[in-house]
């Protein structure tokens, strides 16, 4: 008895000072930031501090990837990079309200912030297209941007009256929050839609495409990245979804990766995006994940969706 | 203690010394625990207190009137078909229609499991049963929805008409969720009875069956709606296993196969989504707040029925 008491207490007491620890964290992160931001002004030569990046999952893979290099390159060692998911809204969110230094979003923070937005700087690291993928069985090659548009609405619900055999359309997508949503409804659809009734939503793009390749009659729309066998890539109005086809213009459904930062970026922030931006990472890593590199780009697209060479 | 042995002082001033000494104990230890408790209430309030601040704004500041976030039909935060609504009824019919299913599917399962325990085979039927149930409790929600997906909703749609995926599929999953739950509470009530009962009853020729149906059961059934209560609780905060299997449509569904959402599921699918302070996002917290008050309620019922149960 006499020793257990002691004992328990101090348990507690350290439950109790990790807790406390552990809600002043936010705080100490800002403040230690803030902190290595001024030392890096008197030292030049050698970038140190930490660089928080929140935000898209769509983009996750990526920024993670690079920050593991860019951690083992011997002359930013000292920095140390963290990536976080959340979503694209809360990496907006968080950026604009400086809780991290760099916000990735899937699409333009004007489309989701209002006069916030205005504070943002905006990096384009990637572009990622997207596809409408069917059940293998629904027969398909091709459907035009009027028979998705009557698909998604819930004009059409048999596949016979697009062309294909007499079955019920599936409809499977992404939360109407959803960057990937978004982009696929602002460029392939042209309109937004509403979630219909027996729809089904799903919060990865992973899920969707394992419920597309296993509901008969099932319709989904993927990355670029996640496409393979199990699902039949269906055309846009006879364009196949090809990496070509989005750098030369000709397959129009695609969406910038952007990292914004609140401003402009610290030094040891601006040395990552740089990274990132640079030819090794951009030919390198974004290739090999599925996306596109900016670089590779012929035509450029504003907030507004205009098309420009 | 030693020193005292060594150095035989005055009793008075020895006693006194004791006394101090405990007295001071007594004090540390009740700050200590005052600390904690303190620290508790603390951390409970002011969840309450940030949920609550962040779900009734989108009463108060951006205008949503109540009785169209509780009973409107439409949830259509993003505004694609012109105002945005914020109808949560679908969500909350969801809630409730998966964990009352649930329920009723594990109750029974779990009844029969926990009087097999303790009634029927005691012996190797506890050893037997008691570390399985322990161990459903611990498999973690994420691994139950992937079951749910890969097993039950493939299941589902080869069975039933429709996808596979809806209120079913997720009431299933939830329910093997939510087993062990009501069995440990039913079978903690069963072993507790008071032996006399049992045998009073075999002395007066009752059949072991007549002594479960007519004795047994009817005195511990507070007890075991206790555990079923709290099992619903348990399936109506669950989020992340439904979210999985039940497709998150945002419609009352039409039958058990269709897509239909929950409350939590609703919540975990659209936050990453919003922006903090907008319109959307403080509705997910009044969603939110939703669910923080079912879970008083179902705490008040469970206070209820034990309280009948002491008398």
Redesign the interface.
């Known amino acids: 008895m006499k020793l257990k008491k002691p004992l328990l207490m101090i348990c507690t007491l350290a439950l109790v000072v990790m807790l406390a620890a552990c809600g002043s964290k936010d705080t100490q992160g800002d403040s230690s930031a803030s902190g290595t931001a001024n030392n890096d002004k008197s030292s030049s030569t050698e970038l140190s501090g930490s660089v928080l990046a929140v935000g898209s999952t769509a983009l996750q893979p990526l920024v993670e990837q690079a920050a593991q290099k860019f951690m083992a390159e011997s002359q930013y060692s000292k920095i140390q990079v963290q990536v976080q998911g959340g979503g694209s809204g809360t990496g907006l969110t968080q950026v604009s309200g400086g809780q991290a230094d760099i916000g990735n979003s899937d699409v333009f923070a004007e489309e989701k912030l209002k006069d916030e937005a205005k504070d943002l700087v905006d990096h384009q690291v990637a572009v990622v297209a997207m596809a409408a993928v069917t059940n293998p069985d629904v027969g398909l090659d091709n459907l035009t941007k009027q028979q998705l548009v009557d698909i998604f609405t819930g004009k059409v619900t048999n596949w016979k009256e697009v062309g294909g055999k007499d079955e019920a359309i599936v409809i499977v997508n992404r939360p109407s929050s959803s960057g990937t949503r978004k982009t696929f409804e602002k460029y392939a659809l042209g309109t937004s839609t509403e979630d219909l009734k027996g729809s089904i939503q799903e919060e990865s793009s992973g899920t969707v495409k394992k419920i597309v390749s296993e509901s008969p009659g099932a319709i989904g729309y993927l990355a670029l990245s996640y496409l393979d066998d199990k699902v039949k890539v269906v055309k846009y109005e006879g364009v196949e979804a090809t990496v070509e086809n989005v750098a030369s213009g000709t397959y129009p459904v695609w969406a910038y990766e952007h990292m914004y930062t609140k401003g402009e970026p610290k030094p040891e922030v601006k040395a990552f995006l740089d990274y990132i931006a640079s030819d090794a990472v951009q030919n390198g890593d974004v290739v090999e994940l599925g996306y596109i590199p900016v670089s590779k780009m012929e035509v450029k697209r504003d907030v507004d969706g205009n098309i420009s060479k | 203690m030693k020193a005292m042995d060594e150095r035989p002082v005055q009793v008075g001033s020895a006693r006194s010394a004791r006394f101090k000494k405990h007295h001071a104990e007594d004090l540390a230890?009740r700050s200590?625990t005052f600390?904690?408790v303190a620290?508790l209430i603390v951390i409970i309030i002011s969840i309450i207190y940030f949920v609550a601040s962040k779900g009734l704004a989108t009463f108060f500041r951006d205008g949503v009137s109540l009785g169209d976030f509780l009973f409107g039909t439409t949830?259509?935060?993003?505004g694609?078909?012109g105002e945005p609504m914020y109808g949560v009824l679908p969500f909350i019919f969801g809630s409730f229609a998966t964990s009352l299913l649930a329920a009723l599917i594990a109750s029974p399962l779990s009844i029969c499991a926990s009087l097999f325990m303790t009634e029927i085979v005691p012996g190797w039927g506890k050893k037997l049963l008691q570390p399985v149930i322990e161990l459903l409790a611990g498999i973690p929600s994420v691994v139950y929805g992937f079951i749910g997906?890969t097993v039950v909703?493939?299941f589902m749609?080869n069975v039933f008409p429709?996808?596979?995926?809806g209120i079913a599929a997720g009431a299933l999953v939830l329910s093997v969720m939510i087993l062990p739950t009501i069995t440990s509470v039913a079978s903690d009530a069963l072993s507790s009875l008071p032996r006399g009962l049992k045998e009073s009853s075999f002395a007066l020729g009752a059949t072991r069956w007549q002594t479960i149906s007519r004795v047994i059961l009817p005195t511990v059934l507070p007890s075991i709606l206790t555990g079923v209560v709290l099992g619903m609780a348990r399936a109506f905060g669950e989020a992340l296993a439904v979210?999985?299997v039940i497709?998150?449509?945002?419609?009352i569904?039409?039958s058990l196969f269709?897509?239909a959402?929950t409350l939590t599921s609703v919540i975990?699918?659209?936050?990453?989504?919003?922006?903090?302070?907008s319109t959307?996002?403080n509705a997910l917290w009044s969603m939110a707040l939703a669910l923080m008050f079912m879970t008083f309620i179902f705490v008040l019922i469970v206070r209820l029925l034990e309280r009948r149960h002491r008398i």
């Open positions: 230890g200590y600390i904690c620290l949830w259509d935060p993003e694609n078909q997906l909703v493939p749609r429709g996808q596979g995926i979210q999985m497709g998150n449509a945002p419609h569904p039409r269709e897509s959402s975990t699918l659209d936050m990453g989504n919003t922006v903090m302070g959307h996002s």
